[in-house]
C-alpha cells in the first residue's frame, strides 16, 4: 500500500488545525469536533496495532481509562499541573498497556482479542472495585481543564491543544510506518512465522508496538478527562474499544487516510443524528458486519482498489491504442 | 388624484394593514424552554420514558391553563442514551443553542452526576426529578436540586419504620452489589445500632447472580424477623420467591422501594410485604389532583403510576412555581434563587416541597403494605408508615462517597 | 445435622445443579459451533436472551402456557437458526482463519440484537418472568423445593444426557465429531462438510435457546443476563477447552457449584475476579484448553 504523501499529510495538518478556529462559533460543533479529534487519535493508535501489526487490541480503552483517572488524581489529589501529570500518566498507562500485553504475546488471531477483552473486563471491574482511585460507579466529575499559564485551558484554547496533538500523532504514525520498525510490523502482520524465520524479533517488536499504542490510548484518556469533565467506568469499557476498531475498519485499516475517513464519518454520528440515536446500535453493528463481509479494507480501501481498477483498465486500453499503431 | 396614486395608496393601504397583521398572528408569546436530558435507550429506557410519560402529563395541563407568566412550557427532551458523555454533549447543546432557562430530566444517577459538574460549572439551575445518590447534593452545591430523597435516607426510614414496627427485631439484609444498593444499606447499617436493630445476616451478592436459594437458605437459618431484599433489577424477584419457597413469610420481607412494574413482578405471592415509596395509588393523602392523575395516567398506560411518574409530573410545576416566584423566565439566577426560597407542597400528595442550602429536598418517605396484584394491571396497597426526616440526619455525605 | 444445615446442603445442590446445567449447556452450544464451523459466537448471550424474552412474549401478550411457548420458542429458533445460516454465517465458510471474522461478525450482530432489545423489550418492562410449568411444592425431608424448579433441572439434566448420547453414538453425532477432528479427512471419507456446519450451527443455536427457556422457566430476569451470559459462556468454553463438549460440561457445573456456595465461603468480588482469573490462566498458558477435543 502506499505510504501517505508528505504533501497530503501537511495539507492534512494544516486543515486540522484550522478546523477549531473556524467551528469556534458554533460550541456545540466545537465540542463535536473536540471529541472527534480525540477519537481520531484514539483511531491512529488503534489502528497501528490492527491495522499494521495485525492485532486487535480490544483493551484499548481499559488503557485509556488507566491515564485518565491517573492524570485526575495526579492533579486533584496530589496538585501537580496537568502538562507534568499527562506525561506521567501516559507513561504509567503505556507500562501498564505492555505489562497486560506482556502474557498474551504468544496468542495471535482469535485468541488474542479474547484475551484482550478478558483482560478489558478485568480492567472495567477494577475500576468498579476499586473506589479508593477510582470513586467506583460514581465516577468524578468536575474535573478542571488544564492549568495555562495561571489561568485554565478551554474552549477554543483546549480545543486547539487536542488537534495539535492529534495531527502530531498521526505523523508520528506515518513516520512510524515508513520506518523500518513499520516494515517489521507488517512483516509480523503478514506472516510471524516467517518473519521470525528471516531474523525480526519478533516478540520485541510486539512489546515496542504494545507500548507505543498505549501512549496514543493514554493521551486520548487524559485528554477526555479534562475535555468532558467527567469520568466513570463506563467512559473506558469494551464498547469504546469496539467502537474506536469499527472507525479503523470501517474506514480502512494499515493506511493512514482509512482511520481519519472512519472517525470523521462515524464519530460525530451519535452527538449529531439526534432522532437516529435509538437505532445507533443497530446501525453500528449492521456496519460492523458489513465492513467485514463486503468491505475487509474499509472504506479507504474499496477506494484504491477501485482506483487501481481504473487505472489498469486505463492503462490495458492505452497499450491496445498503442499496438495499433 | 389621479388613478395611478390611487392605486398607489392602495396598495400601500393594504401592505400597512398587512404588516400590522402579520406581528398580531406572530404575537404568540415565547415559550419558556428547559432542557429535558433523560433515558430514552439504553438500560434505563424504562424508567427515562416513564418518567417522559409523567412529564407530558403535566405540561399539557399547565399549558392548557395558559402557561407560565402568560408564556407556554415546552421541556425540549433529549435522550441521553443513559451514557455520561451523551448527557454532556446534549446538556451543552440545551445550554449553548437552545439557551435554556434550566436543566431537568434524568433518572440515572450516573448521568445525573454527570450534568450536575456541567450545571455547577455554567451555573444553569438544575432540577434532577429521579436520582437519589447523595452527592447531588453536597455540601457547597448551588445549582443542583434533588427531588427524590437520598438513598443512604432511605435506609435510615427503613431502620426507623422497623423500630416503630417491631423494637429490638433481628433483621437479615440480601442485596446486590450495585452502587445504589450499597447506599441504602450503609444508611441502614448506620441507623440500625441507633435503633437498637440487630442485623443478623448480611448477604451482598455480585453483579450477574442469578440464583440465591443457598442464601436464602443461610437467612433462614439464621431466624429473622424481617428481610430487607433488594437486588439489582429482575433479581429482586429470584431472591424474594426463593425465600418465599423456603418459608419465609411476605409478612417477613421489606422492599426498600418499589414501583409498579415491581409490584407486578412480586405478585400476589407478596401480598403482606411491606415497600417503601414516594408515591403510590394507596396513600393516605392522596390529594384530589393526585387521584385524577393516577385516574388519568392509568388510563392512557394501562398502568398505575408510580414515585418515577410522580416526581416528572411534580417538576414542571415545581418550575411553573419557582418561575412565578422568580416574576422572570429570562434570569437564570432569580429562578434559582426561587427555587432555592421555595416552600410549597406535592401537587398529588401534599408533601412539602422544601430545598436545604445543598439543594436537597426535607426527605419523607412512605412504607406500603401489598393488600393484592391483579396481574399486570392493577394493586392495592395500604399505608403503614410515614416519615419525613432533615437530610442530614445522618452524615449521609461521609456515608456514601 | 440440623434442619437449618440440611437447608444448606439441599438448596447448594439444587442451585449447583440446575445454575450447572444450564450453563453446560449454553456452552456446549457456543463451543460445538466454535469446535466445528470454527465460529466463535460471540452473541450467544443475545441468542439466549431472545429465548426468554419470546418466551414471554408467547405467555404474557399470546397468554399461551409456559409448556406451549418453550415449544413455540424452539420452533422459532430453528427457523431462524437456519435463516441466519443462510444470510450471513455460510459467506464466511471458506475464509482462511475465518474465527477472527466470525468473531468481530458476531459481535455486530450483538449490537444489532442489544439495539432491537432496546427499541421493544426495554419500553415495555424492566423484567420479566414466566408463570410455572407446574404449581406446588415437593418436600425432601425439611427441604420445599418447587415442582417448577425440580422440572426445569430434570430437563436440563437429561438434554444434556441427550446430547452426550447424541454426540458419540448418533451418525450424524458423529459425523460432526469427525468434522471437528479433521475436517479433509471427514469430507475425504464422503462427509457433506458444509452440511454439517451447517447442522452444527443450528444444533448449538437451538441448544442456546434452550438454555435461555430453561433458565427463563426458573428464574425473573432482566435485559441484563445476556452480558452476563456471553461471558460466562466464552469462560466455561475456554477453560473447558474450545471444542470440547464435555469440558463445557464438567466446567459449566463447576461453575454452577461455584456460584452457589459462594457466599458461604469468599466475598463476592472475588469470586467475580475469579473466574476472569481463570480463564485468563488458561489463555495463557494452556489454551487448547483443560479437556481435549
Known sequence: MKPASDRALWIFAAAALALPIIADGNKFLAFVLGMTYISLLWATGMNLMYGFVGLMPLMFAGVAGIAGYAVVHLTRELGWSFWLAMPVATVMAALAGVALGLPSLRLKGFYFTLCSLVIQTVLTLAFIFFPTYTNGDTGINQIAPPDWFGGQLKGLGLELMIALFTVVGILICAWIVRSPLGQRFVAIREDDILAEAIGIRVVRCKIIAFFIVSLYAGVGGCFYSVYIGFISPRAFDVLVSMNIWLFVAFGGRGTIAGPIIGTAILAPIPFLLQDLQAFKDILSGVLIIVVTLLMPGGIYGAWLARRRRTQKAMTDSARVQESRV | ?401 | MTDAQILILMSTLSTGLILGAIFALVAAGVTIVYGCVWLPNASNGQFFLLASLAAWTFTASFGWTSLAAAAGVLILGTALSYLLEWILIRRLYDTPNRNVAYFVVTLGLTQIMTGIFSLTYAKWSDQFTLPPIIEGITMFGPFPMPNNRLVVMGVSLLVLVLLFVLLRYHPYGRALRAVFQNREAAALRGVNVRAIYRLSFVLGSVIIFLGGILFALAYSYDLTVAWTMSITAFAIMIIGGPGSVIGALVIGMTFGFTQAIVSIFASPTAATFSYLGAMLLILLFRPSGLFKR
Open chain 2, 1 to 401: 388624484m389621479n388613478i395611478k396614486l390611487k392605486t398607489c395608496a392602495s396598495a400601500i393601504a393594504l401592505a400597512a394593514a398587512a404588516l400590522c397583521a402579520a406581528p398580531a398572528a406572530a404575537q404568540s408569546p415565547r415559550p419558556i424552554k428547559i432542557g429535558f436530558v433523560t433515558e430514552l435507550t439504553g438500560p434505563w429506557t424504562f424508567f427515562g420514558t416513564s418518567c417522559v410519560a409523567g412529564l407530558k402529563f403535566a405540561t399539557d395541563e399547565i399549558n392548557k391553563a395558559g402557561g407560565v407568566l402568560g408564556r407556554p412550557l415546552e421541556f425540549i427532551v433529549t435522550d441521553n442514551q443513559t451514557k455520561s458523555d451523551q448527557a454532556l454533549a446534549a446538556s451543552r447543546n440545551l445550554d449553548i443553542n437552545d439557551k435554556v432557562l434550566a436543566l431537568s430530566g434524568p433518572t440515572s444517577s450516573d448521568v445525573a452526576l454527570a450534568m450536575y459538574g456541567y450545571a455547577e460549572q455554567q451555573k444553569i439551575p438544575f432540577l434532577v426529578p429521579v436520582a437519589a445518590f447523595p452527592q447531588l447534593t453536597k455540601p457547597g452545591t448551588r445549582y443542583t436540586f434533588r427531588i427524590e430523597p437520598d438513598a443512604a435516607g432511605w435506609g435510615y426510614a427503613m431502620a426507623k419504620y422497623i423500630e416503630q414496627v417491631k423494637p429490638g427485631a433481628k433483621v437479615a439484609l440480601m442485596h446486590s452489589d450495585a452502587a445504589l444498593m450499597r447506599a441504602i444499606m450503609a444508611g441502614f447499617r448506620y441507623q440500625a445500632p441507633r435503633s437498637k436493630l440487630n442485623i443478623v445476616a448480611d448477604i451482598m451478592f455480585p453483579q450477574g447472580s442469578s440464583d440465591a436459594t443457598v442464601q436464602a437458605a443461610q437467612v433462614r437459618a439464621a431466624a429473622p424477623d424481617y428481610v430487607i431484599v433488594s437486588g439489582a433489577g429482575a433479581f429482586d424477584n429470584v431472591i424474594t420467591n426463593q425465600l418465599l419457597d423456603l418459608g419465609i413469610k411476605p409478612q417477613q420481607i421489606i422492599h426498600p422501594y418499589g414501583i409498579t412494574t415491581q409490584v407486578f413482578g412480586w405478585g400476589q405471592r407478596s401480598v403482606g410485604s411491606i415497600y417503601g415509596t414516594f408515591f403510590d395509588v394507596g396513600l393516605d393523602s392522596l390529594t384530589p389532583s393526585g387521584k385524577d392523575f393516577i385516574a388519568r395516567f392509568d388510563a392512557a398506560n394501562n398502568r398505575p403510576p408510580s414515585y418515577v411518574e410522580n416526581y416528572c409530573y411534580v417538576t414542571p410545576y415545581i418550575f411553573k412555581e419557582a418561575i412565578e416566584a422568580a416574576g422572570t423566565a429570562d434570569d437564570r439566577e432569580k429562578l434559582r434563587n426561587a427555587i432555592s426560597a421555595l416552600n410549597t407542597k406535592e401537587r398529588t400528595s401534599g408533601v412539602p416541597i422544601v430545598f436545604d442550602k445543598n439543594g436537597a429536598r426535607k426527605e419523607y418517605m412512605y412504607f406500603q403494605e401489598i393488600v393484592s396484584v391483579n396481574g399486570k394491571r392493577s394493586y392495592q396497597s395500604k399505608q403503614r408508615f410515614y416519615i419525613e426526616w432533615d437530610p442530614e440526619v445522618i452524615p449521609v455525605y461521609d456515608l456514601v462517597k
